[in-house]
């Protein structure tokens, strides 16, 4: 397929059939921010506020990213944000394999469009499909690696946070390294 514009793409997967998380969905949430973004984070799939709204992070986990993005001065309009899977998994349950497989071109087409330097996953579901399908948030959150011209990272997922609010101390250190290597990125450039 000729890589399409951003607008385009969004366009294909409003069309997308691939697998059956359309048939539920109220919107799809293809992903929001900055087009140009070095900085792009990559949840799991949408939950009920982001379903309705077709904008990812806008619910309880969003409002708690947005409050850890601004005590680190990262402005939510500079980043991008994306999931997994694009449309709502019924009931927010984890995406199946199949429908992880059938939404991930469209992510991969997204990242090669706005080529961020630096992807951050936010909880397992994100890193095991684009870090290392065996990875454990719990062990190997907050560790770097670079690939492919990225820098890979993953931390909690905010919704983690919430149900276990000991780990926003580690989260937020991890937040801080994110900010620091934005702006080795920012100075290089
Ligand atoms: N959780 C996610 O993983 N993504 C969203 O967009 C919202 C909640």
């Known amino acids: 397929m ?28 293809f992903g929001s921010g900055n087009k140009d973004a070095v900085l792009m984070f990559i949840g799991e799939g949408p939950g009920k506020d982001e379903d309705e709204r077709g904008l990812p992070f806008v619910g309880r986990s969003g409002r708690l990213l947005d409050k850890i993005l601004e005590a680190v001065e990262i402005k939510r309009e500079d980043v991008y944000i994306a999931n997994i899977v694009k449309c709502r998994p019924p009931g927010n349950r984890n995406p199946k394999e199949e429908e992880k497989e059938a939404c991930i071109p469209f992510l991969r087409k997204q990242v090669a469009l706005i080529r961020p330097r630096i992807l951050v996953c936010l909880g397992s579901v994100a890193a095991q499909a684009i870090i290392d399908k065996n990875y454990r948030i719990t062990v190997d959150h907050g560790k770097w690696v670079e690939r492919k011209g990225f820098f890979l990272t993953a931390t909690y997922h905010p919704s983690a946070l919430l149900r276990v609010p000991a780990r926003k101390k580690e989260a937020w250190e991890e937040f801080k390294n994110i900010k620091k290597k934005l702006e080795e990125i920012s100075q290089a450039n």
């Open 2 to 29: 000729p890589m399409p514009a951003l607008e385009e793409l969004e366009r294909l997967c409003q069309q997308c059939r691939r697998c059956s998380l359309y048939k539920n969905r109220k919107n799809l949430v």
